[in-house]
């Protein structure tokens, strides 16, 4: 299984300004913010990255979404945007695809608010 790296997340803590606590265990979660998945979107598209960058940088853009997702109705034009580079970068993401799919869930009250979402991706 894959994991987002220290230098990865040392990188974007400081593209985007991110407080990172040295006691956060999920990085991705805890920085994660709704308000900002266009902008991590952006950064994604715009930056030089590597396959650990991406792949670190994506879990970001999932949990902001994620928590943008579970407040309100999914947005059509971020999903888009975001399952593109999902499925362009497939084998860097399958990881957070096969994770957030929950494909041995049997109940929804076990899925993520993006789960439905991501079962739209064929691996």
């Known amino acids: ?18 407080h990172e606590d040295p006691r956060m265990q999920d990085w991705e979660i805890e920085c994660a913010d709704p308000e900002r998945v266009e902008e991590f979107i952006n950064g994604y598209d715009n930056e030089p990255l590597d396959d650990d960058d991406r792949f670190t940088l994506m879990a970001l ?5 994620e928590e943008y997702h ?27 695809i096969e994770y957030y799919q929950c494909l041995d869930a049997t109940d929804e009250e076990e899925f993520f608010p993006i789960t439905k979402l991501m079962r739209e991706i064929e691996l």
Do not use: C, Y
């Open 1 to 18: 299984m894959r994991h987002p790296t220290r230098a990865a997340i040392d990188k974007f803590n400081q593209m985007f300004k991110l």
């Open 61 to 65: 853009i999932l949990g902001s979404f």
């Open 70 to 96: 579970g407040l309100e109705q999914p947005d059509v034009h971020v999903w888009g945007r975001i399952k593109k580079r999902l499925v362009e970068h497939q084998l860097i993401h399958k990881t957070h």
